[in-house]
């Protein structure tokens, strides 16, 4: 069974500082996606990363995936407000249902 | 296309009631999806359906609950005899599977209060 993993939990910032949250899973996983949720709201898909190596990038958010080392990364530069969020990483066993992580608060401030 | 939409957003009701939530997904999904989160937590996988077929289902999803696609279009979700611990956030999602990634959309949620 397909167990996800986030480090750290909660993550409180400084505007322009950079840092990585860690998303670490158990077996197999099909795809890792990375999404963002704000308060009251619903998910919002930010990345599907697909094979090993992948690395995909969005403004100040940067995602990538190891398979080998089953660790999937979020890289934040030049963090400003408006990253503020809880951001989820999710793991996809057979193709079907999502398998997420607790989810890492974070909270960047001027 | 507007989205996955969901309706009620908010539903507070007492223990023991029936409640039942509907969901309209994306309209060429062809797969809906049912997750609960509570908070604090990541949503958690209740059930899903290919167009009209529900196919799976999590062990969550005690006999109290029960969700149908009739047309394999829209979805509703049954909690039946409610109890505290089902008050949560039910979020649905859909997407179109096929070949390579087939991305979840998510709706902006049912919340569900049992007082």
């Known amino acids: 069974e397909l167990k996800v993993e986030q480090n750290p939990l909660f993550l409180s910032m400084q505007e322009g500082k950079n840092y990585t949250i860690y998303c670490n899973y158990s077996?197999?996983?099909?795809?890792l996606y990375w999404y963002r949720q704000d308060p009251g709201k619903s998910l919002e898909s930010l990345f599907v990363l697909l094979s090993n190596g992948a690395v995909k990038q969005e403004g100040r958010l940067m995602a990538s995936l190891d398979t080998k080392a089953r660790l999937s990364t979020l890289h934040i530069t030049a963090a400003v407000h408006d990253l503020s969020a809880t951001y989820f990483c999710?793991?996809?066993?057979?193709?079907?249902?999502?398998?997420f992580g607790a989810g890492t608060i974070l909270r960047v401030k001027s | 296309d507007t989205g996955v939409s969901q309706d009620p957003r908010h539903k507070i009701t007492k223990r023991g009631q029936n409640v039942t939530f509907r969901c309209d997904p994306i309209s060429e999904h062809n797969r809906l999806y049912w997750y609960r989160q509570t908070l604090g937590q990541g949503p958690e996988f209740l059930t899903y359906f290919q167009n009209e077929a529900q196919l799976e289902k999590s062990r969550l999803l005690s006999d109290r609950f029960s969700a149908e696609r009739p047309k394999g279009s829209f979805s509703t979700l049954e909690i039946q005899r409610t109890e505290q611990g089902d008050s949560a956030m039910y979020l649905c999602?859909?997407?179109?599977?096929?070949?390579?990634?087939?991305?979840?959309?998510f709706g902006p949620g049912t919340r569900l209060t049992v007082l």
């Open positions: 999602a859909s997407s179109l599977a096929g070949q390579g990634p087939h991305t979840q959309y």
């Open positions: 999710a793991g996809e066993p057979y193709g079907n249902k999502l398998v």
């Open positions: 077996t197999t996983s099909d795809r």
